[in-house]
């Protein structure tokens, strides 16, 4: 199943290299006095690719025999960056190292491997994790058997695996995301071949079934789907995970309904574009509505998703997320910019009147509906005008909140090569313009909830005050009220009574019915 390549000169600076043996299964390199055991490496063009071939399902997943209690008194430490996929990759993760017998550690310097799960989507997000190396890099040398990881969307980019072969060559091991399940595979080759072993697959991806999760709390993200084929000219998602492939229906759905006989409170349903769910079936004409009807159906007391692409939401969708019940009322749906013109070069594929009639769709169906977003200020050319739409379409769809970012060139995207001619200075002020205008309409939207009574899953303490709960409304409203720490886990109902930018508060206004 690895796709190794052996032309591997074209993405790696080797001027400094010493080949020291090549076969079919790898290539054994000295970089800086380290050994390296390249078995298959990043590549762009590939990952690009998005062949006819069908997706292979695996339902056979086992640890190797030899592996299983190969962490017995070992512990182990995982560091997540990015989106919620990362954080449920971060799941499966801790899931594998506690099936070979690793306990978990959140105290680095008692760790004996410690694994860094990585963001790719901007670039602050990648410079964070070369400044944690360099930390990383003071404990290696005062504990030399910590085993050190890198994984996630940054591996599978070739310039990234690049730089930490030739800078940062303390690194025990370097896998991306398409091989998640292999860890135990590569600790042993790492540990016993006492080499950096670097294994990134750029195929376009199978799906693996049946691997472990640890989850915590009483809410569970599911994948329904990974990858993307929408190639946004700015993102660098498809590169890094690949095809777009469903989950199989009957997969998803035994996943959820045994998550809700364990007693979860709460599904998020996770794809990069979950509205392509199915697309990709060739023997089943089953969508993302018929999914989440259901997804209704099932005896869990809420059911959220993310993300959305306008582009493919659909009116059975829409029909579906009508009927309410444990579809709860929010949707999280990107527009990234109000002008038609930039959605154009970002390669969106709809237009602001689109976006405009698909929003205002949602909240006649759905008349409860909170809508969220995200945008990006700064793309390649946006003029102030264009700008301005983005803050006017704002307005328009009334969002309670967004995710806002400052455009990051990303290496081998078509954006890349678009001259980046927005000025920093210009670029801050509009996204702090953007903001606070996105600050005002989250007041606004909080403002609206005083005096109701809302429906409150109980998360847990707030940070700051261990006798005020906090908790979430099914429009993932965060609400705090005064309350026992036996409530968590639980819903409550809390009477709003005050409204900040960023949150409600309330008092409790019923003795809780415990499900579950
Ligand atoms: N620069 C800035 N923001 C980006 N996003 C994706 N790629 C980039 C980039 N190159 C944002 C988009 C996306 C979110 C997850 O991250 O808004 O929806
Ligand atoms: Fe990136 Fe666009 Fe795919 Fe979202 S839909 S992951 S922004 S390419």
Redesign the pocket.
Known sequence: MTNNTKDYSKYFDFSNAKILSEDEESTRVRINGREIQIKSQPDYREGKRRGKESIAVHTDFSIPEDMENFGEGKRYHVQTYG?QMNEHDSETIKGLLEQMGYTGTEDRTQADIILLNTCA??ENAEDRVFGELGHLKVLKTERPGLMIGVCGCMSQEEGVVNRILQKHGFVDMIFGTHNVHRLPHLIREAVFGKEMVVEVWSKEGDIIENLPKKREGMRAWVNIMYGCDKF?T????PYTRGKERSRRPEDVIAEVRELARQGFKEITLLGQNVNAYGKDFEDLDYRFGDLMEDMSKIDVPRVRFT?SHPRDFDDRLIQVLGGGGNLVEHIHL?V?SGSSAVLKKMSRKYTREHYLELAAKIRKVVPDAVLTT???VGFPGESDEQFEETLSLVREVGYDSA?T??????EG?P?ASMADDIPMEVKKRRLAALNALIKEQSRRGNEALTGRTVEVLVEGESKNNASVLAGRTRGNKLVHFEGGPELVGTFVQVKINDAKSWYVKGDLVETPVFAG
């Open positions: 989106c989507i901007r946004c700015y993102c660098i998602v993300t990107p990234q995200d945008i990006i995710y970012f400052i455009y990051s060139p990303r995207t954006a």
